[in-house]
């Protein structure tokens, strides 16, 4: 997961100075009254969202396959701590039942 997030990161710094280039360049318009901290980020956020959605399908199902076996895996510790406990349970109310 961490590797998928810093490639998506990485798309967004190159996208981010791709977009303040064009700005500086004067082919992007900047944003109004010096609004351009916020124009050029979100624009960027804008641009690299669609390309880190086809670039980075196959390491997102990789993550995504990774974090499902992890769910999974602490699924079943739950379960088999809740059948400790109910057998803990069990013989707690067996005993007291013959006192």
Same mark, same amino acid.
């Given at each position: 997961? =961490? $590797?998928?997030?810093?490639? $998506?990161?990485?798309?967004?710094?190159?996208? +981010? %100075?791709? @977009?303040?280039g064009l %700005?500086?360049?004067?082919?992007?318009?900047? /944003?109004? !009254?010096?609004? !351009?901290?916020l124009w050029?980020? =979100? +624009?960027?956020?804008?641009?690299?969202?669609?390309?880190?959605? @086809? @670039?980075? #399908?196959?390491?997102?199902?990789?993550?995504?396959?990774? @974090?499902?076996? #992890?769910?999974?895996?602490?699924?079943?510790?739950?379960?088999? !701590?809740? /059948?400790?406990?109910?057998?803990?349970?069990? #013989?707690? #109310?067996?005993?007291?039942?013959?006192?």
């Amino acid at each position: 997961m =961490l $590797r998928y997030t810093l490639m $998506r990161l990485g798309i967004f710094v190159g996208c +981010l %100075v791709v @977009v303040w280039g064009l %700005v500086y360049a004067g082919i992007v318009p900047s /944003g109004r !009254n010096g609004s !351009n901290s916020l124009w050029i980020p =979100l +624009l960027a956020l804008v641009i690299s969202a669609p390309i880190s959605f @086809v @670039v980075l #399908r196959k390491e997102r199902d990789r993550a995504s396959i990774q @974090v499902a076996a #992890r769910v999974d895996r602490m699924k079943a510790n739950m379960e088999a !701590n809740a /059948g400790v406990e109910d057998l803990a349970d069990d #013989r707690t #109310r067996a005993q007291s039942q013959t006192s």
